[in-house]
């Protein structure tokens, strides 16, 4: 059984993994529907054993246009500005940014959106000069081609341009003041104030004395409207797990006992993985291969003998 997990299944993923599937941005494979999980259920075996998301970051998308892409809102959805969860709060080190699975993973347990904010000030900082940071991507991919980095973010010229855009796909909101910011998207006013002038308070003392983001990016402060909120959503790959199986994969009832001639690997496999996604990059396409392979070492030892 090697059918890629369920992530096309947006009836099985809200009833094992307790998310609305539209409030995640899916990368995965919308053929994988959990077929042969169900078909495994009905043969007698475990097939909601630890299942959960392989997030991988978080992007800004349109939900009219799928395709819509902005190279400058996807390159600030990159860097650690200040992020607030469906309360209106900071629910994390922004800096996690910098590995994609922590991001994806911070971001699906707040329910799998955030907003980052930021201010005109950034604004018209950001259509002239670039900030000396680095995107995720980059430093990623960089860091992979042992090349240097730039630590260059911007300039985007056509940043006002790009936000009303955004706006017009849904993505962005801006308003004059940030209680107006707060009935946009649908959280606290009181909340979001005070979340807003603590970090303001946290920018001029240069240090995150709350979450202990890197001084190096305690710079840019949310006080000079109109203020900008952009919804990011945790972007998911596919599931993982579901199916227990033992060392040689063959599935298991939930009494521990072999399903004679039943192996499941790759994304429907559990065991690799516990209640989030590890942060070592192509851990789940390792595990494919290498499960398949010893699955089928020993699936074809069974058939040699029945």
Same mark, same amino acid.
């Given at each position: 059984?090697a059918?890629?997990?369920?992530? #096309?299944?947006?009836d099985?993923i809200k009833?094992?993994?307790?998310?609305?599937?539209?409030?995640l941005y899916?990368?995965?494979?919308r053929?994988a529907?959990?077929?042969?999980l169900?078909?495994?259920?009905?043969a007698g075996g475990v097939?909601?054993?630890k299942?959960?998301?392989?997030?991988?970051?978080?992007?800004?998308?349109?939900?009219? %246009?799928?395709?819509?892409?902005?190279?400058s809102l996807f390159d600030?959805?990159?860097?650690?500005?200040l992020?607030?969860n +469906?309360?209106?709060? +900071?629910?994390?080190?922004e800096?996690?940014?910098y590995?994609?699975?922590?991001w994806?993973?911070s971001?699906y347990?707040i329910g799998?959106?955030?907003y980052?904010l930021?201010?005109?000030?950034?604004v %018209?900082y950001?259509r002239?000069?670039?900030?000396d940071w680095?995107s995720?991507f980059e430093?990623?991919?960089?860091l992979l081609d042992k090349k240097?980095?730039?630590y260059?973010?911007g300039?985007y010229?056509?940043?006002?341009q790009d =936000?009303?855009? #955004?706006?017009s796909?849904?993505?962005?909101f801006?308003?004059?003041?940030?209680?107006?910011?707060?009935e946009?998207?649908a959280?606290d006013?009181a909340n979001?104030?005070?979340?807003?002038?603590?970090?303001?308070?946290?920018?001029?003392?240069g240090?995150d &004395?709350?979450l202990?983001?890197?001084?190096r990016? &305690?710079t840019?402060?949310?006080k000079e409207?109109p203020?900008?909120?952009?919804?990011a959503n945790?972007?998911t790959l596919?599931t993982?797990?579901?199916?227990l199986?033992n060392e040689?994969?063959?599935? =298991?009832?939930?009494k521990?006992q072999?399903i004679?001639g039943?192996?499941?690997?790759g994304n429907?496999?559990s065991?690799?993985?516990d209640?989030?996604?590890?942060?070592?990059?192509?851990l789940?396409n390792a595990f494919a291969w290498n499960?398949g392979r010893?699955?089928?070492?020993y699936?074809?030892?069974y058939?040699?003998m029945?």
């Amino acid at each position: 059984m090697a059918d890629g997990g369920f992530v #096309g299944n947006k009836d099985e993923i809200k009833r094992t993994l307790a998310i609305d599937p539209d409030d995640l941005y899916s990368m995965g494979e919308r053929k994988a529907t959990g077929d042969g999980l169900q078909m495994l259920k009905e043969a007698g075996g475990v097939s909601d054993y630890k299942r959960i998301f392989e997030n991988h970051a978080a992007t800004v998308y349109s939900k009219t %246009d799928p395709k819509w892409h902005n190279a400058s809102l996807f390159d600030l959805t990159n860097i650690p500005l200040l992020w607030v969860n +469906r309360e209106g709060k +900071r629910f994390t080190n922004e800096d996690v940014v910098y590995d994609f699975a922590l991001w994806g993973d911070s971001v699906y347990q707040i329910g799998g959106y955030y907003y980052f904010l930021f201010d005109q000030a950034t604004v %018209d900082y950001l259509r002239q000069q670039a900030l000396d940071w680095t995107s995720s991507f980059e430093r990623t991919f960089r860091l992979l081609d042992k090349k240097p980095m730039t630590y260059q973010v911007g300039p985007y010229p056509q940043l006002d341009q790009d =936000l009303n855009e #955004g706006i017009s796909q849904g993505a962005v909101f801006r308003a004059d003041s940030i209680q107006k910011l707060a009935e946009k998207i649908a959280v606290d006013p009181a909340n979001l104030t005070a979340t807003v002038n603590r970090y303001n308070e946290l920018v001029v003392e240069g240090k995150d &004395m709350d979450l202990y983001k890197d001084d190096r990016f &305690m710079t840019l402060s949310v006080k000079e409207g109109p203020f900008y909120a952009v919804r990011a959503n945790s972007t998911t790959l596919g599931t993982v797990g579901g199916a227990l199986v033992n060392e040689h994969f063959e599935a =298991l009832n939930v009494k521990r006992q072999v399903i004679d001639g039943i192996y499941a690997v790759g994304n429907d496999a559990s065991g690799l993985y516990d209640s989030s996604y590890p942060t070592i990059e192509g851990l789940s396409n390792a595990f494919a291969w290498n499960s398949g392979r010893i699955a089928g070492r020993y699936a074809s030892a069974y058939a040699a003998m029945n």
